[in-house]
């Protein structure tokens, strides 16, 4: 068998917000494989965008670990890509230099940062607005541009916290069948935060529950769906079946 790309070993996560400190995190054990897709799903606030910082070296966690590609993880990973809820674009820089800054901040030339970035933002489908500055673009076409700058240094894992979840519901559906497409076509390992069931389901080849704060992982589901997934996929009885399985392992 692949060896996984990702371990997290009995990590929990206690906040020293008070005397008796804060715990977000009772305990998360789970495994990630090469180009495997995960999504963890749970009630607002049971830690999961916690996990995810911990997933990405951002913070360390109280206890267990985090074994990222066969060695401990304590600190940001140049192959590990993170795309936020919010896109956190540089309002002066267009979406082109947006997406060459981490490359630029690496000591890259700008010319060979700016060709890369071309290349990315062809990639996810907006190479004609270049140009264009932040302001100029939809909340879809900017957590796109996130999503080309969190490929800049080509990552091995690519962490998704909830990235569609401020946008309407056509434009989230849009983006995640965008999303969908770019990860075959990429072959990337991603392991994704969210709130939305009918995402999980159609972007993941295995699903993880998280009980309320502090949360804790309850149950995994595979997703069997055949791949490369299509819309019909959202009418077949193993998609309502699965989603039903995710509704009440959630409640």
């Known amino acids: ?36 897709v995960v999504s963890i799903i749970g009630p607002s606030g049971c830690g ?7 997933l990405a070296g951002l913070i360390e966690p109280t206890n267990g670990k985090v074994v990222f590609e066969g060695k401990q993880l304590k ?19 267009s979406a082109l230099r947006n997406v060459a800054l981490p490359l630029e901040v690496e000591g890259i030339p700008r010319k060979q940062a700016e060709a890369e970035a071309h290349r990315l933002l062809e990639v ?13 673009l939809s909340g879809g076409m900017s957590q796109r541009v996130a999503v080309a700058r969190a490929l800049a240094h080509d990552p091995d894992l690519l962490l998704l916290d909830e990235p569609f979840a401020a946008l309407d519901a ?12 770019l990860v075959q076509r990429q072959h990337k390992t991603v392991v994704m935060v969210t709130h939305n069931i009918q995402e999980a389901i159609l972007l993941s080849d295995r699903v993880f529950t998280m009980s309320p704060r502090p949360g804790r992982f309850e149950r995994e589901v595979i997703i069997d769906l055949p791949r490369p997934r299509s819309a019909e996929d959202q009418y077949t009885p193993r998609y309502v079946a ?8 959630l409640r």
Not at 75 to 90: A, Y
């Open 242 to 249: 699965l989603a039903r399985e995710l509704r009440q392992s």
């Open 124 to 136: 996810v489908g907006l190479s004609a607005f270049a140009d264009a500055l932040p302001r100029e």
């Open 170 to 181: 056509l434009t989230r559906e849009r983006m995640d069948w965008e999303l969908l497409k």
């Open 48 to 54: 999961k965008s916690t996990l995810l910082r911990i």
């Open 1 to 36: 068998m692949t060896d996984p790309i990702l371990t997290a070993e009995h990590v929990q996560m206690t906040f020293a917000d008070s005397e008796e400190g804060f715990e977000a995190l009772a305990e998360a054990d789970f495994t990630v494989y090469p180009q495997e």
């Open 75 to 93: 600190t940001p990973q140049r192959k590990i890509g993170f795309v936020f809820q919010q896109p956190n674009l540089m309002p002066w820089r």
